[in-house]
């Protein structure tokens, strides 16, 4: 059974970091690709970063392009993503899923950047 658990999230400044972790499990973490994605209310999913089990270059949405990181840890079946210059535009509920297009999903961390 495929899951994916995240967590970090929290509420920060404008300016500020976080860094969230998705733990993995019940799948070949090595071969799949794997991605964030964001959901704000009212909002439809918007796709942030994603980073290719192929060893290509991760990709990121304009909007967090020089300001997000993505990372994998493929001996501990992790991915993170580390949000640096947080805008209160960013705040939104994020998902760690799997798959292209993505077939499972976390049960997402809640991300609020606000004074």
């Known amino acids: 059974e495929v899951q994916l658990v995240e967590f970090g999230g929290g509420m920060v400044q404008p300016g500020g970091s976080l860094r969230l972790s998705c733990a993995a499990s019940g799948f070949t973490f090595s071969n799949y690709t794997l991605t964030w994605v964001r959901q704000a209310p009212g909002k439809g999913p918007e796709w942030v970063s994603d980073f290719p089990f192929n060893g290509d270059n991760p990709h990121y949405a304009d909007s967090v392009k020089g300001r997000f990181t993505i990372s994998r840890d493929n001996a501990k079946n992790m991915l993170y993503l580390q949000m640096n210059s947080l805008k209160p535009e960013d705040s939104a509920h994020y998902y760690c899923?799997?798959?292209?297009?993505?077939?499972?999903w976390g049960q997402g961390t809640q991300v609020t950047v606000s004074t």
């Open positions: 899923t799997v798959g292209t297009p993505p077939a499972y």
